[in-house]
């Protein structure tokens, strides 16, 4: 990647559960983590292992040069709480139907 920029993804080998409130949004032991420079590791989710039907999809979209643009969903309290690349660039592939939380628990 340029300018010494690297993004490293793994099939993470942890147990990661995701919960706000009470409610599990998520939970797997088959996450990726990806690891990118600058940035904290994160743990790209199966799509089959989210509460997606407790998300409502957000106007946010951002975009990466490395990853691509990200949709987000957000719950009524905690808006684009989550995110996914739904045609990531070809390097990151693998995070394609994953989604990403920023708070999530690691065992």
């Known amino acids: 990647m340029a300018d010494g920029h690297t993004i490293t993804i793994e099939q993470g080998e942890r147990h990661v559960r995701v919960v706000r409130d009470g409610q599990v949004l998520a939970e797997t032991d088959r996450a990726l983590e990806l690891r990118e420079t600058g940035c904290p590791v994160r ?51 693998r995070i394609k139907d994953h989604y990403c939380f920023y708070d999530v628990d690691v065992s």
């Open 43 to 93: 743990y790209y989710i199966p799509a089959e292992d989210v509460r997606l039907d407790l998300l409502a999809a957000s106007d946010t979209h951002t975009f990466c040069p490395f990853k691509g643009t990200a949709s987000y969903w957000s719950l009524p309290d905690a808006p684009d709480l989550v995110w996914a690349y739904p045609d990531p660039k070809p390097d990151v592939a």
